[in-house]
């Protein structure tokens, strides 16, 4: 009798333990059915309806969501937007190019699954530079050409918008250098899901369909421990590098600085002198193995790049994207960042723009320009908030800045008071510095400072932008390009927005649409009119 009780006890328990195990699995959402909700860099915001929770790391750099029930760490650089300064006590501003598009692909993402991107995650130069733009050719050695345009700002009719415009020399796929390329992937567990590894595979065979017999491909491959999985191979061997490909499965840890170094020895030990010697990194971005922490990473990649050897990184896949970590480390790499969220997306990086993501033209390319008081009461820069330098950074060397790739355009805007305006620029407390205000016609002076791709040492070139430059009839490139950066202070809910609204951005662009072959500035007005529904909910 006294085993009989046993039995039933020892029964009841098991039942009782696979009942709770069922009511937990039924309650959990799969890793597959995760949906990114996000909250802004301030508190608890709702997104999609369900209230969110954020957490800030150290020093305020980064921002990891956590959206409790579906656990999302996704994680985005908090910057503080550009203000107004005022040109008498700031006459030079400094920036460094960006020509990441990480921020528009990752954007699509979040309105395709119908949310607005979290403010963090969206920077407006990458919205502009999505983009290509008809700007002229460079001449002679320059690497790329200057254009400059201001009229009205469109969103505030009181206000110039003045656009400084770089295009790169284009070239087309028979004139590019012999590639030694290396893709290092992530293939932690991490990277299971169909959009991280599996499309990670299908854009390297696009991209590998594009190589010729003088280019060198190799593969390395980190988890709980790096290796190498494929040696340098011709890239017209295609069947060993696709079937190298093919093999690839995700499982275990994330040892990214591991195979960081991995990836870099293995490009110097096979570096093509006057070639595009290149690391990929594709990965959603979570080490969590060995070297970890951004600074580490940053510290380690800066290191590497002495070699001559660039950095492309591409992210992909939602839940653990950690954008402020890839952004950083594609920054100091010397290379550039773009967020796959498509096949699509891969063919545009990956073949589209082959030239441009692969080969680097000029590096450290560094803007300044400097205001006349005379004519300009104020200033603002408009995106490019974590691409400040300093004004003294533009003539040093050692500085880092942005790299310029064939066929790359680059815009940048910046909203302009003119003088005479009774509008008040800054607290009025600032110091004056001193400084002759001309009698000049030009508004201002653009300057870049620029290195080429094997040299340590900078050149400078200059162009000046005078009153009468102001046109009333804008070009296509400036109206389209002004509507995206509009565009991106409503996302942002930016406090210079002024007039902006979703109804002028989709009315401008569609007038400067062009003939988009492509197709994507169709998509933009089409991204654009969904944010302004789920913004009306």
Avoid at 229 to 238: A, C, M, R
Avoid at 316 to 324: A, C, L, P, R
Avoid at 487 to 507: C, D, P, Q, R
């Amino acid at each position: 009798m006294r085993k009989r009780s046993i039995m039933y006890l020892i029964c009841s328990l098991m039942l009782l333990s696979m009942f709770s195990g069922c009511k937990k699995s039924a309650n959990s959402p799969s890793l597959s059915s995760r949906k990114p909700n996000m909250s802004s860099a301030a508190g608890t915001q709702s997104i999609n309806g369900s209230s969110s929770t954020s957490s800030v790391s150290k020093g305020d750099a980064s921002i990891a969501y956590d959206t409790g029930k579906d656990v999302n760490t996704e994680e985005y650089m908090h910057t503080k937007e550009n203000g107004l300064k005022s040109a008498a006590a700031s006459p030079q501003s400094t920036f460094s190019i960006d020509v990441d598009t990480a921020s528009y692909s990752n954007m699509r993402r979040f309105l395709t699954e119908n949310q607005l991107p979290p403010v963090d995650a969206v920077r407006i130069e990458e919205l502009i530079n999505y983009f290509d733009y008809e700007y002229p050719n460079p001449e002679k050695d320059v690497p790329f050409s200057i254009t400059t345009e201001v009229a009205a700002c469109p969103w505030n009719s009181s206000h110039y918008l003045a656009m400084i415009g770089l295009q790169g020399r284009r070239m087309d796929k028979e004139s590019l250098p012999p590639s030694n390329l290396v893709f290092l992937l992530d293939v932690s567990g991490s990277m299971s899901e169909p959009n991280k590894l599996p499309l990670v595979k299908s854009a390297m065979k696009l991209l590998v369909n594009n190589l010729t017999e003088k280019d060198r491909i190799s593969i390395v491959v980190y988890a709980g421990a790096a290796g190498t999985v494929l040696e340098p191979t011709p890239g017209n061997n295609k069947d060993k590098i696709l079937s190298a490909i093919e093999k690839l499965n995700a499982g275990g840890s994330t040892a990214g600085a591991q195979g960081i170094q991995l990836a870099y020895s293995l490009a110097k030990e096979n570096f093509i002198k006057g070639g595009n010697n290149r690391v990929i990194l594709a990965t959603d971005g979570d080490f969590n193995v060995g070297i970890s922490s951004d600074e580490e990473l940053v510290k380690l990649i800066e290191e590497k790049r002495k070699d001559n050897i660039f950095l492309s990184v591409l992210g992909f896949g939602e839940g653990n994207f950690k954008d402020s970590k890839m952004e950083a480390l594609a920054d100091k790499g010397n290379g550039n960042f773009a967020y796959i969220d498509s096949l699509e997306e891969a063919k545009k990086v990956l073949v589209e723009e082959m030239g441009s993501t692969l080969m680097t033209i000029a590096k450290d390319v560094k803007i300044q320009v400097e205001f006349n008081a005379a004519k300009v009461k104020g200033y603002r820069l408009v995106g490019y908030d974590n691409r400040v330098l300093n004004n003294q950074d533009f003539t040093d060397d050692t500085k880092d800045a942005g790299e310029l790739g064939a066929g790359h355009t680059v815009t940048a805007f910046y909203e302009i008071i003119p003088a005479g305006s009774d509008e008040k620029v800054g607290s009025g407390d600032e110091k004056v510095k001193e400084v002759e205000a001309t009698n000049s016609r030009s508004m201002m002076t653009v300057k870049l400072r620029y290195k080429n791709p094997d040299s340590d040492e900078s050149r400078e070139l200059s162009t000046a932008v005078k009153e009468e430059d102001v046109t009333r009839q804008p070009s296509v490139n400036f109206r389209f390009a002004a509507a995206a950066a509009e565009y991106g202070m409503l996302l942002k809910n930016s406090e210079y927005k002024g007039t902006a609204s979703f109804e002028h951005v989709i009315s401008t662009a569609s007038e400067a649409r062009g003939t988009d072959l492509s197709g994507y500035r169709s998509e933009f007005i089409r991204l654009v009119q969904t944010a302004q529904k789920l913004q009306g909910k």
